[in-house]
């Protein structure tokens, strides 16, 4: 194992020092806050970089943990999509007394399919040809929510497929347990063979990873990514962790360089919580106007057309892995 000072070591962000194999971190920052239409506060992860480093995702939102008071918290109200394919993860929805029926989206689609999302749960929603859903908070309700938004695209062959959503529950999908005393575990949302777990959650058309690290104080894992993702970022949502040898701090996101193998990962003295996303790239334009995204002006203009004219959303499948 070569050290630190040998000459097989690259030059990571702020110039740290990075093994041969490891994958270094190209560039690490502190995304903005900005108000979304819903009215509440979100971290806008992926801001300000290029799509095409970021390709195939779109966009990555997390509304910050916090306490919410009766009716602070809306939910999003009905509302389109087309061209792409959506995956939100509800880290945490607890009442501020403890577990309560009141913690938890209540989901509803364009063909008034419903369902209820908990903490862990996790949605693949394939926007395709286009559907329509909401997903609201009852106002009754007050407890610590920590939510993140995933968006991926889709290539132009499959824009317009026939919509489908995937509603997995927490416990459906795979957490390994990678180190003991300290603990480190992954959770496996998107992602084929990953340290020997296979989610039940499939991208069909996009190869793509998304994976939840926890580590306890002093826990060190180390992950290898498939070599045809070659967009590979990653979001501390806790914690002050070492993040393939760039010190990083809650709110950091890092985008990792497309050499190397490794992505390493190592708490400080605290607990750390990491989220991971690799993808195959899809390598086409992307002309994007809020719900929808496809690969020219004038495909957006008839997506407005179509939503005008009610023609927008397609025959829904929608698969409940409980």
Partial sequence: MPTMGSSLCSKGAGGALVPEGVIAVEQKTRPPQRLEGGGFTIVDIMSGLPVERLDPFLIWHELPRK?????????????????????????????????????????????????????????????????????????????????????????????MD???????????????????????????????????????????HVPAQYLDFELDAGAQVSHAPPPNMQTRLAYVYKGSPIVSNTACARGDFVVLSNNGQLLELQASSEAAGVLFIAGQKIGEPVVQHGPFVMTSRAEIEKCFRDYQQGRLCGKMTRQILD
Avoid at 93 to 101: F, L, M, Q, T, W
Avoid at 111 to 117: G, P, S, T, V
Avoid at 127 to 143: M, N, R, S, V
Wanted: charged share 20%.
């Fill in 162 to 204: 026939p919509p489908s959503i995937i509603n997995c529950a927490s416990s459906r999908l795979p957490v390994v347990e990678l180190t003991s005393s300290p603990n480190a575990t992954v959770k496996v949302l998107l992602g084929e063979d990953v340290f020997g777990a296979t989610s039940p959650v499939i991208s069909p």
């Fill in 67 to 159: 306490l919410h008071q009766p009716g602070e918290m809306p939910g999003a109200p009905l509302h389109p999509h087309r061209g792409f394919s959506e995956c939100p993860y509800a880290k945490e929805i607890v009442s501020k007394d403890g577990p309560s029926e009141l913690d938890c989206f209540i989901g509803r689609d364009h063909e008034n399919n419903k369902h209820l999302m908990r903490t862990g749960d996790f949605e693949f929603g394939q926007a395709g040809q286009g559907f329509e859903h909401e997903g609201l908070i009852d106002p009754k309700w007050t407890g610590h929510l920590h939510f993140f938004q995933l968006w991926i695209n889709l290539p132009r062959a499959h824009k």
